[in-house]
């Protein structure tokens, strides 16, 4: 998946950021476990008989890309977080958005998209620790999960991401895993 290329600008920013290098093997190992672990019906993100998985919690996912799902629609998590993949991935290879050439300026919106990104992504985070938490504790990747939920946070509070309001359903997890 080109997905990747966001985590590669994470785990650069954050380096930068924290000066403490975060592995991208360790990233890529803890996302690549967080969304298909068990590759089967261990599985945290699955997908079975054409149908996604429902999360029998009490959630709703609802998707729109103002493309070409104008009006919201419910989803399933994994189908959230498959759309959610491809958005950023569209808006990464969008150069209008995130120019690749010396000296290109960035659009006036460029704050906007970016914070849209980050709170798309938290919810993915917010997902994972609230229905899935002990299935990663089950792999022992708990550790890892917090430490890069910990630099993404950092990193959004550092540029002002994520509005208050939109972290408040992880807010004392933050707080314990922040200070």
Known sequence: MRWKKLVVMFVEATTQL??????????HDLLYAILKAGNGKDAILKAG????SICT?????RW????????PIEVSAPKY???LMEWIEVQLDDESIFPQK???PFPANF???VKTIFKRLFRVYAHIYHSHFQKIVSLKEEAHLNTCFKHFILFTYEFGLIDKKEIAPLQELIESIVL
């Open 57 to 61: 919690c009490r959630y709703e996912y």
């Open 18 to 27: 924290s000066g403490v290098p975060l592995s991208m093997a360790t990233v």
């Open 49 to 52: 008989n054409g149908k996604d």
């Open 111 to 113: 704050k906007d998209v």
């Open 64 to 71: 729109a890309d103002g493309v070409q799902i104008k009006k």
């Open 102 to 104: 010396l000296g290109t």
């Open 81 to 83: 977080v498959e759309y």
